[in-house]
C-alpha cells in the first residue's frame, strides 16, 4: 500500500514539474527574433519550408496541432508575399512568425510526449498494423487524440493524462483489429486461393511453410495481446510466405513443362543478363557458382566505385570553392561587388543544371519546373500497388533518372513529398502517403544517392492536389510523388 502511494506521489511531482515547465514556455505573447534584411527572402522561406516537413514527419501536427497549423500559415503567407512581389519586411516577418510558431509547436510536443506517451506509442502502432484503414472507428480514435493534444496546448495537462488510458486502449483494440483484418485476413486469403488452385499438390514444401507461419502468428496473437513488436514479425512473416508460395507455384508449373537442358538454359539467362547489365565478363563456360559469383563481385566493384565518384564531387567542389575565394582576393574586388558576380554566376550556373535534368525525363515520365532556387521533379509515371508502399521494379528506371537528377547537385538538401487524391479518409491518406514517400527515401538511402539526414520523407495525403478529385484523370494527377532539391549554395557557384 505504501508503495502504491509513494508512485502516486512521484507520479504527482513530475507532473507538477512538466505543468510549472510549460507555463515557463508558455509566454502570453511568441518571442518573434526579427531577420536582417540583408538575408535571402527565397533561402529562408526554403528552410522555414523544409523544418514545417521535417517537424510533419515527427508528428508535430497532431502533436501540437494548433501551433504547427499557424507555422503553416505563416509559410503560405511569405510564399505569397514573395510570388507578388510585396515588402521584404512583410516576408521575413512572415517568416520569423512561423519560425515562432512552429517553436512553440516543437516545444508544446515535447511537453506531449511526456504526458501522454501510452496514447503515443498505441497510436503508432496501430498505425503500423494499418488501422487507418479501418474507417470510422480510426477517425474516431483519431479525434479524441487530438482532443488529449489540444487539451495539453491549453495547458490541461491533468485532463490528457486522465483520458489518455481510454484512448491508448481505443488504438490497442484497433491494432488488434487491423492485424487480424489487414495481415492475418490476407494471409488466410492467399491460403485459401491456393488451395482453390490445388497449389499444394504443387509447391508443398512452400505450402506447409506458409501454414506453419499463420498458425504460429495466430496462436502467439491470441496467447500475447500485448506482445506488439513480435506480434508484428510474425503476421508479417506468415505474409511474407504466403505471397511466396503463389509465386514458387507459378515457377514450378512452367517448370513442369519444362525439359532439363530448358531449365538449365533459363536460370543461365537470368545470371546472363544479370551480368551483361553489369558489364561483367561472359561466364557462361563457368559452373553457375562462378558465375553468380561474377555477378556478385561486379555488383561490389559497382559500388565502390559509385562510392568513390561521390566523395571525388565533393572534393571537386570543395576545390571550386577555394579557387572562387582566391580569384576574388586577387582581383581585388569588394565584397559587394563578387557576391553581385556570384550571384549571376549562380543564376546561370542553377539554369544550366535545371536545363540538363530537364533533358532526363520524357515528358509522360516526370515534370521538371524551377521554384526560384529550387528544382521540383513530379513524377507521373511513379506507380504503387493500391493501397501498398512498395517500389514496383518497373519504377527502378525513373528513379534512377531522379537520382541523377540528385546527383547534378552535388549533395542538396531533398523533400520527398508523397500525395494521394481524396479517395477514402484523410487518416488513411496521410498513412499511405507518408509510407510511400518513405520507400522512396529508403531506395536512395539504400542506393547511397544521400545521407539519410540529407533527404527528408513527409506524406502529405490528399491536402495538396494539382487537379480536381471529381475526375479519374484529376485524381491519378494528384496520386504522386514529388521529389524538391534545394542545392547547397556552393554546388551552383
Known sequence: MQRGLAQQTFAMVILTTIILWLAGCATPSLQVESISKSENPQEL???????IAMARKNQINVLAPTWFNNAESSLESARTYLDGGDELSKILESVALGRAQLQKATDIARVT???????????????????????????????????????IERENLGVAQKN??????????????????????????????????????????????ARQKLAEADAFITENPYAKEKMHQLANEALFMARRLHVVAERSLQVKEMEPEPITLWAESLLYATSKKLGAPDMRDQGFDQQLENVLASVAAQQSDHAFMVEKVKSQQ????????????????????????EQLIAEKRFNQLFSEVKGYFQPEEAEVYRKENQLIVRLKAMQFPVGQSIILPENY??????????????EP???????TDSTGSEQLNEHLSQKRAEAVREYMVANEILPFEKIIAVGY????????????????????????????PSAIR
Request: proline residues 2%.
Open 45 to 51: 522561406i526554403n528552410e522555414l519550408e523544409g523544418d
Open 113 to 151: 510526449r511526456l504526458t501522454i506517451p501510452d496514447a503515443i506509442k498505441a497510436r503508432d502502432m496501430a498505425r503500423s498494423a494499418g488501422a487507418t484503414s479501418l474507417g470510422q472507428d480510426y477517425s474516431s480514435a483519431e479525434y479524441r487524440f487530438l482532443e488529449l493534444t489540444r487539451a
Open 164 to 209: 489518455q488510458a481510454q484512448v491508448a486502449e481505443t488504438y490497442r483494440q484497433l491494432e488488434l483489429r487491423a492485424i487480424k483484418v489487414q495481415t492475418i485476413g490476407e494471409v488466410r486469403r492467399l491460403i485459401k486461393d491456393a488451395e482453390a488452385k490445388r497449389l499444394q499438390k504443387i509447391a508443398p514444401a512452400s505450402y506447409d511453410e
Open 318 to 341: 570543395n576545390d571550386i570553392a577555394y579557387l572562387q575565394k582566391q580569384v576574388a582576393a586577387l582581383e581585388g574586388k569588394t565584397r559587394q561587388e563578387q557576391e553581385a558576380k
Open 397 to 410: 528506371t525513373l528513379l534512377s533518372k531522379v537520382q541523377q537528377a540528385i546527383r547534378t547537385f552535388g
Open 413 to 419: 538538401d531533398v523533400i520527398i513529398g508523397g500525395h
Open 461 to 488: 495525403g490528399s491536402q495538396r492536389p494539382i487537379a480536381s478529385n471529381a475526375t479519374q484523370a484529376g485524381r491519378a494527377q494528384n496520386r504522386r510523388i514529388d521529389v524538391t532539391i534545394t542545392p547547397e
